[in-house]
């Protein structure tokens, strides 16, 4: 993989993917349906999907593409693949809340190891380069002109008064008896995979998710912490999140900055 070119072109697409959520976003209104498992879809995530779809095959013909709106993707065997959700946090997008991203990730035997989260309702741009690195970018963000970049890295966090950052909208009693088990100094919520980057930055310490997740929801964000000096576990025993998975289903995991002492599920 030519990762100079991989950086570039993910950047360069979930800043398109952004601009055509954003028309639909900005609308006075937009078409809600239900995807076969009862979740939400609108026009954004399927303009979104098209747009970033044909630009990684054309650059990337010979890389398996897993994508959330693709049916026909899922059930493929791979274990190095491009992975994307062309719009993460499709309930926060129909409630205008702005905690939506773009995601899109490679894998590679496993694990992901670069990605990109762009959340344009809050400015907000997180990706590897080339070696592996997590920055965030300043805005404005144009395609083929990098703006200010920071490095960032997670936090030196402190167990006896750690930063909680869980779902918004899938916050319930499993997830906070966990939380309970540690000194939490503070709570915060947020949507779709900012929680990952919200670790990532040092603004959150560990984010713990006993719920649903699909690999699409999860890869993009877990380069971007990993980048940055962070880990994903499995919920259960601790051991690594891996990809591509039969079905590209989830376990529960934590995501979580290295110093954080983990408590048992």
Request: charge should be negative.
């Amino acid at each position: 993989m030519d990762y100079e070119k991989l950086a570039t072109v993910m950047r360069d697409l979930a800043i398109q993917a952004g601009e055509v959520i954003m028309q639909v976003y900005n609308a006075d209104d937009f078409d809600v349906k239900a995807k076969s498992d009862d979740s939400p879809v609108t026009e954004a995530d399927e303009k979104a999907d098209a747009l970033i779809s044909a630009g990684l095959r054309a650059a990337f013909p010979d890389v398996t593409l897993i994508t959330e709106e693709q049916a026909a993707t899922h059930g493929v065997q791979a274990s190095t693949f491009l992975i994307v959700d062309p719009l993460d946090g499709t309930k926060e997008f129909v409630q205008r809340r702005g905690d939506f991203t773009v995601n899109i990730a490679y894998v590679v035997d496993g694990v992901p190891v670069r990605g990109v989260v762009y959340a344009p309702a809050k400015d907000r741009m997180f990706f590897t380069d080339a070696e592996g690195t997590t920055y965030e970018e300043a805005a404005p963000f144009v395609v083929g002109t990098v703006g200010a970049l920071t490095p960032i890295k997670v936090a030196d966090a402190d167990n006896g008064a750690l930063r909680v950052v869980a779902s918004k909208s899938h916050r319930d009693q499993a997830t906070d008896d966990y939380i309970n088990k540690y000194a939490v100094a503070d709570t915060k919520s947020a949507g779709s995979s900012l929680k990952f980057c919200l670790v990532a930055t040092g603004e959150a310490d560990i984010y713990p998710r006993v719920g649903r997740t699909m690999e699409w929801d999860t890869a993009a964000g877990h380069a971007v912490l990993g980048g940055a000096g962070g880990k994903v576990v499995r919920f259960d025993d601790h051991s690594p999140l891996v990809y591509g998975k039969e079905g590209f289903a989830n376990p529960f995991f934590i995501a979580y900055a290295p110093n954080v002492e983990l408590k048992p599920a």
